[in-house]
T-cell receptor, first 114, second 111 residues
């Protein structure tokens, strides 16, 4: 199993550009999430999905869109990049099994918006 | 929604000392409390977790305690080693099955 994969690993965007961060998992997990990590701010939830076709907003959803057409994939779209979106982005998946919801994180994408 | 507070933000100890990180949560419906370790440049990884029907759990040098009444839970690391240096995150998970994370504690273990 590859686990959770993310592409790209690094990205530089200019203000106003759009792009999609890719996330895929091969563990057949129902739940998938996107977090952003900024210094001193911990991991803040952007959007999440509890299954194919179902998405919901997290704590910081503005400026981002998601869709979940398959169990495996959960892309994150930046509509019009802003310098405030400079961050490290982590995708995670989890399986509701036995009442624990361990998050399996991808390797992260470091995004810089100039 | 859930709110998780984590303290301290930075913890510096000598090798062999114990380290304690404390978290509080706000939603009494939360029932699963994991702890993640993130080494520099790496992804967070689960190191230990506890469910709401358990008061304490131990795994070698690390232990977690939970006080549901006070909505407190803590991570204890004994006999710290330089390789324990990392950022540690607590989290609380309830009905949405998606955790809310604390802001993290940077643990520095000096040889």
């Amino acid at each position: 199993n590859a686990g959770v994969t993310q592409t790209p690993k690094f990205q530089v965007l200019k203000t106003g550009q759009s792009m999609t961060l890719q996330c895929a998992q091969d563990m057949n997990h129902e739940y998938m999430s996107w977090y952003r990590q900024d210094p001193g701010m911990g991991l803040r939830l952007i959007h999440y999905s509890v299954g194919a076709g179902i998405t919901d907003q997290g704590e910081v959803p503005n400026g981002y869109n998601v869709s979940r057409s398959t169990t495996e994939d959960f892309p994150l779209r930046l509509l019009s990049a802003a310098p405030s979106q400079t961050s490290v982005y982590f995708c995670a998946s989890s399986l509701k099994a036995g009442g624990t919801y361990e998050q399996y994180f991808g390797p992260g994408t470091r995004l810089t918006v100039t | 929604g859930e709110n998780v507070e984590q303290h301290p933000s930075t913890l510096s100890v000598q090798e062999g000392d114990s380290a304690v990180i404390k978290c509080t949560y706000s939603d009494s419906a939360s029932n699963y409390f994991p702890w993640y370790k993130q080494e520099l440049g790496k992804r967070p990884q689960l190191i230990i977790d506890i469910r709401s029907n358990v008061g304490e759990k131990k795994d070698q040098r690390i232990a977690v305690t939970l006080n549901k009444t006070a909505k407190h839970f803590s991570l204890h690391i004994t006999e710290t080693q330089p390789e324990d240096s990392a950022v540690y995150f607590c989290a609380a998970t309830g009905g949405s099955y998606i955790p809310t994370f604390g802001r993290g504690t940077s643990l520095i273990v000096h040889p």
